[in-house]
């Protein structure tokens, strides 16, 4: 019975002592995601606050800036002339040619409108 008794007993401290061990261990890990969590927030203000801050200005500046809205216009005027002359000088043509093998007479092989133009 004594034996059973601080056996027992025991086992009861020894359970106890685990149990302090993972609260234990559990706080700690509360400590450390906690300063994780801190370390980041800090980090976020006086790092990368400023920096975004920093870039978002610059870019409402130029935002801002009438040269730029200038160059903008120029940028789009060249590549819309170059698309426009790209599209006459090589789309249109291919374009004809695809459009007169679809409207062809087969007997003919001559667009359907001239030949009843001739008429």
Same mark, same amino acid.
């Given at each position: 019975?004594?034996?059973?008794?601080?056996?027992?007993?025991?086992?009861?401290?020894?359970?106890?002592?685990?149990?302090?061990?993972?609260?234990?261990?559990? &706080?700690?890990?509360?400590?450390?995601? @906690?300063?994780?969590?801190?370390? /980041?927030?800090?980090?976020? !203000? +006086?790092?990368?606050? %400023?920096?975004?801050?920093?870039?978002?200005?610059?870019?409402?500046?130029?935002?801002?800036?009438?040269?730029?809205? &200038?160059?903008?216009?120029?940028?789009? @005027?060249?590549?819309?002339?170059? /698309?426009?002359?790209?599209? !006459? +000088?090589?789309?249109? %043509?291919?374009?004809?040619?695809?459009?007169?093998?679809?409207?062809?007479?087969?007997?003919?092989?001559?667009?359907?409108?001239?030949?009843?133009?001739?008429?």
């Amino acid at each position: 019975m004594i034996f059973n008794s601080l056996y027992l007993e025991n086992r009861e401290r020894h359970q106890k002592v685990v149990n302090y061990k993972k609260i234990a261990h559990n &706080k700690l890990n509360i400590l450390l995601v @906690s300063g994780g969590l801190n370390n /980041a927030a800090g980090w976020f !203000k +006086e790092t990368a606050s %400023p920096a975004i801050r920093d870039k978002f200005n610059e870019y409402k500046e130029k935002l801002q800036d009438p040269e730029t809205h &200038k160059n903008i216009r120029e940028w789009l @005027s060249e590549k819309y002339d170059a /698309a426009s002359e790209f599209t !006459k +000088e090589e789309i249109m %043509p291919e374009l004809k040619k695809v459009y007169e093998a679809a409207t062809a007479d087969v007997t003919t092989k001559e667009p359907k409108e001239e030949k009843e133009n001739e008429e």
